[in-house]
């Protein structure tokens, strides 16, 4: 099946400093990938999309300065969350389209990132 | 935009009964897929089911089946002989067509209903 995967799972950074969060197509190659966020018992919100060789398509009020997004090749994407204070808090999930099954989205396992 | 609605925020089950999650839903396109995701304490997200809008038939995957009223907008998930390994936050999610959306095909997603199974 297809497989993706997140990098860290889980991460403690301190205000002021940044993150960088890599999601891996593992078995397929993902021209596209999504990166979405999760609060605590919330619902998941699409932050942006991810294509790869050109510019990421934010959505409505997400900050694109302080959530940089690099999707360098066909299997990594990396969401960079700049400058980070106890708000950007926040479970990050990302999701990569495989052109192999229909261009169906498969999510990797997420990653916690607590900033103090 | 589109929207997503759940109005359940939890729902109880005893174990092997059957339970019915409710999902509507508010688009204006023609070309759309509707899915169920399931999300356990993990948090890793899984397919459940999906249905292409396009299709008249309602999609099954074993026990989980849907009820697609298209022109109600309604989209709910059947689950039956509900099994311990059920318990999880379920939610309903909305992806404009492919080639419809031009790429931008990221999901809307509901708020979820905490789905808990008695044993």
């Known amino acids: 099946g297809a497989v993706v995967s997140q990098h860290p799972s889980w991460v403690i950074c301190k205000s002021g400093t940044s993150v960088k969060i890599e999601c891996r197509s593992l078995?397929?190659?993902?021209?596209?990938m999504f990166w979405y966020r999760q609060f605590p018992k919330q619902s998941l919100m699409l932050m942006a999309t991810?294509?790869?060789?050109?510019?990421?398509?934010?959505e409505q009020g997400v900050e694109k300065d302080k959530f940089l997004i690099n999707h360098a090749s066909l299997t990594l994407s990396t969401l960079t969350v700049t400058s980070a204070h106890p708000e950007d808090s926040s479970f990050y999930i990302c999701?990569?389209?495989?052109?192999?099954?229909?261009?169906?989205?498969?999510f990797g396992p997420g990653t916690r990132l607590t900033v103090t | 935009a589109q929207t997503v609605t759940q109005s359940q925020p939890e729902m109880s089950v005893q174990e092997a009964e059957t339970v019915t999650l409710s999902c509507t839903y508010d688009?204006?396109?023609?070309?759309?897929?509707l899915f169920w995701y399931k999300q356990p304490p993990s948090r890793q997200m899984i397919l459940v089911i999906r249905?292409?809008?396009?299709?008249?038939q309602n999609a099954t995957e074993n026990r989980f089946s849907v009820n697609f009223q298209k022109a109600a907008k309604s989209f709910s998930l059947k689950i039956s002989d509900s099994q311990l390994g059920d318990a999880a936050m379920y939610f309903c999610?909305?992806?404009?067509?492919?080639?419809?959306?031009?790429?931008?095909?990221?999901?809307?997603f509901g708020k979820g209903t905490h789905l808990i199974i008695q044993p």
């Open positions: 999701s990569a389209r495989d052109p192999r099954r229909s261009y169906e989205q498969y």
């Open positions: 078995d397929f190659q993902a021209t596209t």
């Open positions: 991810s294509n790869e060789g050109s510019k990421a398509t934010y």
């Open positions: 688009t204006s396109e023609s070309d759309y897929y």
């Open positions: 249905q292409e809008a396009y299709k008249q």
């Open positions: 999610a909305y992806r404009i067509g492919l080639y419809s959306g031009g790429g931008a095909d990221g999901l809307t």
